[in-house]
């Protein structure tokens, strides 16, 4: 572990776990996240892998001292804690998917708010949390936990399709499958990331969602739901979201007593939440807990629709100071929507790049990236990393915002060296 102090080690500081992203919504996260803790009179010790750090010049220079950290071994992480190499840490969060276990344990080593690291451990592991909610009396696919293609095909055998194939342990559509026929199971379990433990589950039909919310006094409090487009099976890789969701009342409000309560339910207190479900004819089926901010900058378009600063509001909850009144707004009222739409061109290798200079800093347009250069090879798209381009649009309400991404990606092109 190597560091580097930028102001005095005894100030009051964010301990801001795993956020050296170099560029994209988690750039974006870490920067107003250490905006609202300089607000707050924090300074930020920023950790992250080593590599990670050396790729992000940009970000690293935002942050008053910087250290290297693996926040994938929790061990690792209480031991650091517990030497005080951190410093005068008053508050420990991380909006990084795979920094959430290190997080809790930092902050329970330090003895500062946080979720309980047991809890926190359940929620990353899609079985495991799968049974706690079903436990706890939520509608919840069947799943089980295989090390093989065996294991695979005996509960194919005991249950009808179609099934989803998918990692324990991922994001972004990585790896996950549709399966219709067990005569299709070799091929899915093939196409994982990597020969670790995998999950077979039951496939829920219904448009997908994802509700979004902080914890303040160890309560959910839920400040959108958003609407969820993706691809086809067998990949469901998402090409766009809009909150709020453009649904009758009784969907977002299914939804979001769903995702309160099922936060409730599994232990979580502090910081944000990004949970994931399907609408079906029998109403909400909750997927994947987060205890993260959405990514795909659902995180920037949550903020304008909600018009506060919700990261302030987050540091506010662990530091144990009063935080403004998070009312969310009433989706069905005209007002201020949000949408990201992911342009992604076929692939290819880009020769030439067409219309991105004319939609940067037109009104209703929060952030537009090509995400691609000349002589850039865009990918098959089988997951969100292999997406390319991105829109985020604002307007009254989330249809509007979704139909002007879609307008001014129209005038977008790529050019593909024959």
Same mark, same amino acid.
């Given at each position: 572990?190597?560091?580097?102090?930028?102001?005095?080690?005894?100030?009051?500081?964010?301990?801001?776990?795993?956020?050296?992203?170099?560029?994209?919504?988690?750039?974006?996260?870490?920067?107003?996240?250490?905006?609202?803790?300089?607000?707050?009179?924090?300074?930020?010790?920023?950790?992250?892998?080593?590599?990670?750090?050396?790729?992000?010049?940009?970000?690293?220079?935002?942050?008053?001292?910087?250290?290297?950290?693996?926040?994938?071994?929790?061990?690792?992480?209480?031991?650091?804690?517990?030497?005080?190499?951190?410093?005068?840490?008053?508050?420990?969060?991380?909006?990084?998917?795979?920094?959430?276990?290190?997080?809790?344990?930092?902050?329970?080593?330090?003895?500062?708010?946080?979720?309980?690291?047991?809890?926190?451990?359940?929620?990353?592991?899609?079985?495991?949390?799968?049974?706690?909610?079903?436990?706890?009396?939520?509608?919840?696919?069947?799943?089980?936990?295989?090390?093989?293609?065996?294991?695979?095909?005996?509960?194919?055998?005991?249950?009808?399709?179609?099934?989803?194939?998918?990692?324990?342990?991922?994001?972004?559509?990585?790896?996950?499958?549709?399966?219709?026929?067990?005569?299709?199971?070799?091929?899915?379990?093939?196409?994982?990331?990597?020969?670790?433990?995998?999950?077979?589950?039951?496939?829920?039909?219904?448009?997908?969602?994802?509700?979004?919310?902080?914890?303040?006094?160890?309560?959910?409090?839920?400040?959108?739901?958003? !609407?969820?487009?993706? %691809?086809? &099976? $067998? *990949?469901?890789?998402?090409? +766009?979201?809009?909150?709020?969701?453009?649904? /009758?009342? @009784?969907?977002?409000?299914?939804?979001?007593?769903?995702?309160?309560?099922?936060?409730?339910?599994?232990?979580?207190?502090?910081?944000?939440?990004?949970?994931?479900?399907?609408?079906?004819?029998?109403?909400?089926?909750?997927?994947?807990?987060?205890?993260?901010?959405?990514?795909?900058?659902?995180?920037?378009?949550?903020?304008?629709?909600?018009?506060?600063?919700?990261?302030?509001?987050?540091?506010?909850?662990?530091?144990?100071?009063?935080?403004?009144?998070?009312?969310?707004?009433?989706?069905?009222?005209?007002?201020?929507?949000?949408?990201?739409?992911?342009?992604?061109?076929?692939?290819?290798?880009?020769?030439?790049?067409?219309?991105?200079?004319?939609?940067?800093?037109?009104?209703?347009?929060?952030?537009?990236?090509?995400?691609? !250069?000349?002589?850039? %090879?865009? &990918? $098959? *798209?089988?997951?969100?990393? +292999?997406?390319?381009?991105?829109?985020?649009? /604002?307007? @009254?309400?989330?249809?509007?915002?979704?139909?002007?991404?879609?307008?001014?990606?129209?005038?977008?092109?790529?050019?593909?060296?024959?």
């Amino acid at each position: 572990m190597t560091e580097h102090p930028l102001r005095p080690t005894d100030a009051p500081a964010l301990l801001l776990v795993g956020g050296a992203a170099a560029g994209g919504h988690g750039a974006d996260s870490t920067r107003r996240t250490i905006r609202a803790a300089h607000a707050l009179g924090l300074a930020v010790h920023l950790t992250d892998l080593p590599e990670a750090l050396a790729a992000a010049p940009a970000i690293t220079a935002l942050a008053d001292r910087v250290s290297a950290l693996d926040h994938e071994r929790p061990e690792t992480c209480a031991r650091w804690a517990r030497s005080g190499a951190a410093g005068n840490v008053r508050a420990v969060f991380s909006s990084r998917e795979y920094a959430q276990e290190g997080a809790a344990a930092l902050a329970d080593a330090l003895g500062l708010p946080g979720n309980d690291p047991a809890v926190v451990a359940t929620v990353r592991r899609k079985d495991r949390c799968r049974v706690a909610l079903a436990a706890a009396g939520f509608r919840q696919p069947a799943v089980r936990l295989c090390h093989d293609l065996g294991q695979a095909r005996e509960f194919a055998a005991g249950r009808p399709g179609p099934w989803i194939v998918k990692p324990r342990d991922a994001m972004g559509s990585l790896g996950v499958a549709l399966v219709e026929t067990p005569g299709s199971l070799d091929g899915a379990v093939a196409g994982l990331p990597d020969a670790g433990p995998f999950l077979i589950e039951e496939y829920v039909s219904g448009p997908e969602f994802s509700v979004e919310g902080v914890l303040t006094g160890g309560r959910p409090i839920v400040l959108a739901v958003t !609407a969820k487009h993706v %691809t086809p &099976p $067998p *990949l469901f890789v998402e090409l +766009a979201h809009a909150l709020p969701a453009p649904v /009758a009342p @009784e969907v977002h409000r299914g939804l979001a007593q769903e995702a309160a309560a099922a936060v409730t339910a599994l232990g979580l207190r502090h910081g944000v939440f990004h949970v994931e479900g399907w609408w079906t004819s029998d109403g909400p089926v909750l997927g994947e807990v987060h205890t993260r901010f959405g990514g795909d900058w659902i995180h920037l378009m949550l903020e304008h629709v909600v018009d506060a600063d919700v990261s302030n509001a987050v540091l506010r909850d662990l530091l144990g100071l009063p935080v403004p009144d998070l009312t969310p707004p009433d989706p069905a009222a005209p007002g201020r929507g949000a949408a990201v739409l992911f342009p992604t061109p076929p692939p290819g290798t880009v020769e030439a790049l067409h219309g991105w200079d004319r939609i940067a800093g037109l009104p209703g347009v929060l952030h537009a990236d090509p995400q691609l !250069a000349p002589g850039d %090879t865009v &990918p $098959p *798209l089988t997951d969100s990393a +292999a997406r390319r381009g991105v829109l985020v649009t /604002a307007a @009254e309400d989330a249809r509007s915002a979704l139909d002007l991404a879609r307008h001014l990606s129209a005038g977008l092109g790529t050019t593909l060296v024959p």
